[in-house]
């Protein structure tokens, strides 16, 4: 088993959609949470950086971390075809960083 | 620019040649780290440094693989008689301190054929 479990997808939505994207992980000891968002041919962007379990909210995007579930999940809301891209999970356990595989995301217009 | 950056964009290498991979870090971030990334993978850490110590090499998957930071910003990835399986994007991300956000360069594509 990894230690970080994502979808690959690909998912595809219509415009205007609201995206669920979701990791689960195996080690109990990450307390750092984060989502990039990666465009073809570019490095990871980072999205959204979260601290132990909680929501936290950023424009169009809300991050969830359920620490009793080691589950996490993203939520693009009135998404866009320009937010068509791979999501990448990562969470940190002091200067150990664990990445998903990503989660290939097209929103059709 | 402000952001981190990698040269060169592309690299193609015969099987059994050295190559050598530059990162240049946001000015003043003291971590740094090398990442290996499949296709259809997430990046795989590789190893981290601080300042100029280099904390964890635990990644490297081999002996041939080697980095350097030695005035504590530029970063260099060195892989000796390269192999098909090193095909891979290799990138580079810094931050501003330990355990901070990290932010990313674009990456170096290497082929290896």
């Known amino acids: 088993q990894k230690e970080v479990e994502q979808d690959p997808g690909p998912l595809s939505v219509p415009e205007g959609a609201i995206v669920s994207l979701n990791c689960t992980y195996s080690n109990s000891a990450f307390q750092y949470f984060m989502w990039y968002r990666q465009y073809s041919r570019k490095g990871p962007e980072l999205l959204m950086y979260t601290y132990s379990s909680g929501n936290k909210e950023d424009g169009r995007f809300t991050a969830q971390v359920d620490k009793s579930s080691k589950y996490i999940s993203l939520f693009i809301r009135d998404s866009q075809p320009s937010d068509s891209a791979t999501y990448l999970c990562?969470?940190?356990?002091?200067?150990?960083?664990?990445f998903g595989p990503g989660t290939r995301l097209s929103v059709l217009p | 620019g402000a952001g981190v950056s990698q040269s060169p964009r592309y690299k193609v290498a015969k099987r059994g040649q050295d190559v050598a991979l530059r990162c240049d870090p946001i000015?003043?971030?003291?971590?740094l780290f090398w990442y290996q990334q499949a296709l259809g993978q997430g990046p795989e850490f590789l190893t981290y440094f601080q300042n100029e110590a280099q904390l964890d090499k635990s990644g490297l998957p081999s002996d041939r693989f080697f980095a350097e930071r030695p005035e504590g910003s530029v970063s260099t990835l060195k892989i000796q008689r390269t192999q098909q399986e090193d095909s891979a994007v290799y990138l580079c991300?810094?931050?501003?301190?330990?355990?901070?956000?990290?932010?990313f360069g674009p990456g170096t594509r290497l082929t290896v054929t």
């Open positions: 000015s003043g971030h003291v971590s």
């Open positions: 991300a810094s931050s501003s301190r330990q355990g901070g956000e990290q932010y």
């Open positions: 990562a969470m940190r356990d002091g200067q150990n960083f664990v």
